[in-house]
């Protein structure tokens, strides 16, 4: 093998990964920045962070309608990593506002949490816009290695602690089966391309074992990133021990890279083993959907009921994968970016209700809220229809979008599963509606103050849960465009 | 080439080795340990290959995974010091806080 070392750099286009180059140099920036902020005033940090992933987002979006591979075939530009890009900004600036408020109450207010967010981001953008394993292995790990410390980040309280080490024992566990996978996969078809190896096994014609065995170790891997069942028993624990801005972060943003990764190796590297895995990946839908609808049903801890219905909302969108075409993936694609929206937005009133020390985290310390505080009860109300699917609200217009993906391929049942988890869900939201409307308020909630960050947040994701569910039909079209090239 | 399976077999091991050790050992350094082993028995695993396939892909692959476990590692550590601070333990069964 020879290598022309000039030749190799012409293939590097650094403007493909513009948006990881300017969140990267931003991160690295407030990293030296936060030496010069008092801990009181961390919340500018926060500005900037904003401004640096508005300016990511920027540059992404411009890049929409392009398709240029770069650094000679392992990191690609086109339009399903920009849309993927698209909602890793938005999950990671909503969090990014709802962080300054809880942070500086539990009294871990250090700046290094901000630069952490964006180097989270800017591996799950790399996941998204891989198109070699080591790329995308290299973005997973520079994803999974700043939410291990995200997790962890409120030294003093034992929780937090615990939900990293969780988190970080777990995370390598998988890591390993991920990395096993592709390891059988490169012995297989010679190549870590995954362009070349879609071509290996076509010419393969019947599949061999070492590609089948690694395929379905890669599919572990990813399963345990976007908590499917039966990966998923970490979901709850670290969720509920994470700071609340940061598990807003963690069920929104890396679920979404997960399948971003998911999708772009099973669909562009594996599709001649479609028989294998489809009926996998309808399993795993139907056990994901169940598992997290059901146990939600009976937890109290708003975290935690919240971390269940995020392994449900997974199993939705495994019924997009499994039925595979193109009303599927762009579904997938929809319901994520919806979802980045809705699921922050109510982790952004747990936020504001909270006590210090999270005493305040359970079901029924939202009693009364309505009488006291008529537009946080409005707005929670409107993310938990979203979250439970109801009309006008875009999570329906999601479930709707995947479901009929599964009947157009002929999954009947898995719709029906589909539509009979999403009625069981509806206990569970509206549960805290009925804590909130119909039950007598024990509180004042004189300690409940909405900062102007949290009312952005609040604003920008209930906007955005309205207006996606009466008019999604130009996203909808920017998905299906995103999803044609894979 | 039964060079290559005799690797493969013993990477595999390996790889098996580690898997139980994550799953039965209590003290969470130990598992921390038997994850690095299972992460070197996937490197065994691409220079195997690599040299069996004559291409340097998988020598590269494993650079990288040495610096990602490299970096794991520093953070792992510093997450069960942190952890130790506050339950002044290492072993695994005491993290139990949360429970449904």
């Not at chain 1, 979404?256 to 594996?270: E, K, S, T, Y």
């Not at chain 1, 599964?406 to 988890?421: P, S």
Request: include cysteine; proline fraction near 3%; charge should be neutral.
């Amino acid at each position: 093998m020879d290598i022309n070392v000039a030749q190799l750099f012409q293939t590097i286009n650094l403007a493909t990964i513009m948006p990881e180059i300017i969140l990267s140099v931003m991160a690295m920036a407030l990293l030296l920045v936060n030496v010069f902020v008092p801990s009181k005033s961390k919340g500018y940090l926060a500005w900037l962070s904003l401004a640096g992933l508005v300016a990511a987002g920027y540059t992404a979006a411009t890049g929409w309608g392009l398709n240029i591979p770069s650094f000679s075939g392992s990191v690609v530009l086109d339009n399903f990593a920009i849309f993927f890009k698209l909602i890793f900004v938005v999950a990671a600036g909503l969090t990014v506002l709802i962080s300054d408020q809880y942070m500086e109450r539990e009294g871990c207010n250090q700046g290094e949490l901000y630069p952490l967010i964006l180097f989270t981001t800017v591996g799950m953008m790399l996941m998204a816009s891989g198109t070699d394993m080591m790329t995308i292995f290299l973005g997973l790990e520079l994803m999974s290695i700043s939410l291990y410390v995200l997790a962890g980040f409120n030294r003093a309280n034992i929780k937090s602690n615990e939900s990293g080490l969780k988190y970080f024992l777990l995370g390598a566990f998988s890591t390993g089966f991920l990395l096993y996978g592709m390891a059988l996969v490169y012995g297989a078809t010679g190549t870590t391309r995954i362009a070349k190896i879609a071509e290996a096994a076509a010419k393969m014609g019947a599949p061999d074992t070492m590609l089948l065995i690694g395929a379905l170790l890669i599919l572990t891997g990813f399963a345990f990133k976007i908590a499917a069942v039966p990966f998923h028993m970490w979901t709850p624990d670290v969720y509920e021990g994470a700071p609340t801005p940061i598990t807003a972060l963690m069920s929104t943003g890396p679920k979404a890279a997960g399948f971003a990764a998911f999708l772009r190796m099973f669909l562009v590297a594996f599709p001649v083993m479609k028989a294998d895995w489809s009926d996998l990946i309808w399993i795993m839908a139907v056990l994901t959907m169940t598992v997290g609808n059901i146990i939600a049903l009976r937890q109290d801890n708003i975290k935690r009921m919240l971390a269940y219905s995020s392994i449900a909302h997974a199993g939705y969108a495994l019924v997009g994968f499994a039925a595979a075409n193109t009303t599927g993936t762009a579904g997938i694609l929809f319901y994520m970016l919806t979802y980045a929206f809705m699921n922050i937005g109510a982790f952004a009133v747990v936020v504001v209700l909270g006590k210090q020390g999270e005493s305040n985290g359970n079901v029924q310390d939202f009693a009364g809220l309505a009488h006291k505080r008529p537009a946080l009860a409005a707005i929670m109300t409107l993310f938990l229809f979203s979250l439970a699917g109801i009309p006008p609200t875009a999570g329906f217009i999601g479930k709707f979008y995947l479901f009929s993906a599964a009947v157009q391929e002929g999954y009947v049942w898995l719709a029906i599963i589909g539509v009979l988890n999403s009625a069981a869900s509806v206990y569970y939201y509206l549960r805290v509606m009925v804590f909130m409307y119909m039950k007598p308020a024990e509180e004042e909630f004189g300690w409940v103050k909405v900062t102007a960050p949290i009312t952005l947040a609040l604003v920008v994701a209930g906007v955005a849960t309205l207006a996606l569910g009466i008019v999604p039909s130009y996203l909808l079209q920017l998905a299906e465009t995103a999803v044609k090239l894979i | 080439m039964e060079n290559l399976t005799n690797y493969l077999l013993v990477s595999a091991v390996l790889f098996s080795i580690g898997t139980i050790g994550v799953l039965t050992r209590k003290n969470a350094i130990v598992v921390f340990m038997c994850i690095e082993l299972m992460l070197n028995a996937v490197n065994l695993t691409f220079v195997a290959l690599s040299r069996h396939l004559g291409n340097l892909d998988g020598q590269v692959f494993v650079f990288f995974i040495m610096t990602v476990a490299a970096a794991e590692a520093a953070v792992g550590l510093a997450l069960f010091i942190s952890f130790f601070n506050n339950r002044e333990s290492i072993d695994i069964d005491d993290a139990n806080l949360m429970k449904w």
